[in-house]
RNA sequence: CGGGGUGUAGCACAGCCUGGUAGUGCGCAAGCUUUGGGAGCUUGAAGUCGGGGGUUCGAAUCCCUCCACCCCGACCA
């Protein structure tokens, strides 16, 4: 492929002095700013030129590595029938977020979300034999999911492409290997990217999915909360991080413990009132706070330590099922006390404990009466309960793998990667032929990238005060050129230049606009392009091209007639440390 | 869906409280000067003041209502 070479005064790059006051985040507004994407209504954005050239470099590499390992591009259509949903039950069970409507016949259609229900359908329809298997398929499509809130720009819009890809294996062993390959496809792509990521373990999600990983980028902006082990490799979106077995309270614990006793407290009404009403003795590390949630209809209390956070998604999977917290009235209604006076002991229902609760060796908790707590409570002794792994975990707690000291992160979930199983092709009767003849369930993974939002999301990581500094592998040129000379020759330096810079294998953008040099050099730095040459009379005067790294800002002086291969060995440099 | 906020020229904003000819900066167009870090002067074009309704002699401004967008939360295969 011939590298490109684009006029700046002929092209659709416009850039921004202000940022639109609605962007917040830098890559928000820089993306605005640098004239990669304009917004055309919540969370619906068009790619410009500059953007477009991004994601075509990021789809490349993409491409390549997914290619490595024999996947075959296909594509899909972008809106559904809706028989294919209803065959996995998606239609009614995707909610709100799908985007539901009819044709002129009135049939019922969806804008797809995803596209497990269709490729499944090509593999019942097209893949007969083992002999076939493993089978990999992908497509870089645009998905429309009708967000409850669009944010960021590119970060979370309701429309958006994804790369997304299904494995289809003979059984669990082979889907794993299938899964497997495609850890290492993404780990190299987020490499190549540029990218500062974890990956980490998460939630399978409603899919029921044996095993998957997140591959997060790691990023202040980040909605997801992470937890990783400095240590070793242990690594978990904080939805289903745990830690490991923690120090007994330091508070100070009688022996033996003094039997259970009653305190009134009035005018408490939450945790740290109760604390302080309870006097010496008592913190919120050796107190049970008693949160009451529904389940089934149920009433159920969940008891976590004072200075803990329950883990709601933690809990959903013990129990079984989703469960929400019970409002104030109904905690009233369900026990006969006020949602600051609850406690385990005598709870008239259903009792979950976190096993570092359990362990208080003499804990204070409400009473379920009004106004009154309970001191010198001890477990299995005063009250008991499953003893089960529900809190949040936070920076500081032990690794579970390891024991060492856990940290937190945010990050950005730019891919995720499932073994899926037979969920999908028993729902569809996707079937092939085994070994021996008999009639096999697919077991299938499906493998996703946000092919847009890591634009938003290299942007996090690569840039400055000045604008995005584009890690050489996606920019959208690698050279400019910055004539500010009005020598007579300039025109034919700059062709000559480019001619050169072309031959390397680089692409170039050259801004001839009539502009002042301090507006191209702004641009230039907004843009982000990896390398840029200045050429103005100072240096043209002696035979010479500036030539400026905008990831380090150092700038040399080069012979013209060496410019290029010079460049080319820097362009190399900046590829090299990526890849 | 709950809470908060914002809608005035392409962008950023003032004007609104206290109703009386719609403004500033950047950008855009033209001219002259300028040219190594977002130039200066002159002239010009550009706005149904988010939509609808109401009060008033008169509404960007007061009242009602709808809409859009942003932020926090809930939610997120």
Redesign the pocket.
Same mark, same amino acid.
């Given at each position: 492929m011939r590298p490109t070479l684009t006029r700046l005064s002929k092209s659709l790059l416009p *850039?921004?002095?202000?940022?639109?006051? $609605?962007?917040?985040?830098p890559s928000?507004a820089l993306s605005l700013?640098a004239g990669l994407i304009r917004?055309v209504?919540?969370?619906?954005y068009e790619l410009l030129p500059m953007g477009r050239m991004v994601l075509r470099r990021i789809e490349a590499i993409v491409r390549e590595e997914l290619d490595a390992e024999g996947a075959q591009e296909i594509l899909m259509p972008g809106v559904l029938p809706a028989e294919y949903l209803r065959e996995s039950g998606?239609w009614e069970s995707? /909610?709100d977020?799908l985007c539901r409507f009819k044709d002129r016949k009135g049939a019922d259609l969806a804008l797809a979300?995803?596209h497990?229900e269709i490729v499944t359908d090509i593999a019942r329809r097209e893949l007969r034999s083992y002999r076939q298997l493993p089978a990999m398929l992908y497509q870089v499509q645009t998905?429309f999911?009708d967000?409850?809130?669009?944010? /960021?720009?590119l970060l979370?819009g309701r429309e958006f492409i994804?790369k %997304?890809a299904y494995s289809f294996d003979v059984d669990e062993a082979a889907a794993l290997q299938s899964y497997e390959r495609m850890r290492k496809a993404y780990t190299r792509i987020f490499t190549r990217l540029g990218l500062d990521f974890r990956i980490v373990e998460a $939630?399978s /999600?409603?899919?029921g999915g044996s095993r998957s990983a997140e591959f997060q980028i790691l990023a202040k902006s980040g909605? $997801?909360k992470l937890v990783t082990c400095g240590a070793c490799a242990y690594a978990a979106n904080a939805e289903v991080a745990t830690s490991g077995p923690v120090e007994r309270s330091a508070a100070s614990v009688s022996e033996p413990v003094p039997a259970l006793r009653r305190v009134a407290t009035p005018g408490v009404t939450d945790m740290p009132s109760a604390i302080a009403a309870l006097g010496d003795g008592h913190a919120l590390d050796n107190a049970l706070k008693t949160l009451v949630v529904e389940h089934q209809g149920e009433p159920v209390a969940v008891v976590v330590r004072g200075d803990h956070e329950l883990n !709601?998604m933690k809990l959903s999977g013990v129990l079984g099922a989703?469960v929400?917290l019970a409002s104030r009235e109904k905690v009233q209604a369900f026990v006969g006390a006020p949602a600051g006076s609850i406690g385990p002991v005598n709870f008239p229902g259903r009792v979950v404990v976190d096993r570092e609760a359990a362990a208080l060796a003499q804990a204070s908790c409400g009473a379920n009466e009004t106004e009154v707590h309970l001191v010198n409570v001890v477990f299995g002794r005063d009250y008991v309960g499953e003893t089960v792994d529900i809190r949040m975990v936070e920076a500081g707690d032990p690794c579970p793998r390891c024991g060492a000291e856990l940290s937190e992160h945010r990050g950005i979930e730019g891919g995720?990667i499932?073994v899926l199983g037979t969920h999908y092709s028993k729902k569809m009767s996707a079937h092939f032929t085994g070994e021996r003849g008999e009639e096999l369930p697919f077991v299938m993974g499906?493998y996703?990238i946000?092919m847009t939002r890591l634009i938003a999301a290299i942007i996090e990581q690569h840039h400055d005060t000045?604008?995005i500094r584009w890690p050489a592998s996606v920019a959208p040129f690698d050279v400019v050129l910055v004539p500010? *000379?009005?020598r007579a020759d300039a025109d034919e330096i700059v062709a000559m230049l480019s001619d050169a810079l072309r031959q390397e294998g680089l692409s170039v953008l050259i801004d001839d606009r009539?502009? +002042?040099?301090?507006?191209k050099?702004? %641009?230039?730095?907004?843009f982000g392009i990896p390398l840029r040459v200045? !050429? /103005? $009379? +100072?240096? !043209?005067e002696a035979g010479k091209a500036?030539v400026?790294a905008r990831h380090s800002g150092e700038?040399a002086s080069v012979a013209l007639a060496d410019a290029a291969a010079y460049l080319k060995r820097m362009h190399l440099d900046l590829m090299r440390g990526i890849d």
């Open positions: *850039s921004l002095r202000e940022a639109p006051k $609605d962007a917040q985040l928000h700013r917004q209504g919540a969370g619906l998606r995707f /909610g977020a979300p995803t497990e998905k999911r967000e409850p809130r669009p944010r /960021g720009g979370r994804m %997304d $939630d /999600g409603a899919m909605e $997801d !709601l989703t929400t995720h499932f499906c996703g946000g000045a604008g500010i *000379s009005k009539n502009e +002042r040099p301090g507006v050099f702004k %641009d230039a730095e907004l200045t !050429l /103005g $009379d +100072r240096g !043209l500036e400026t700038a």
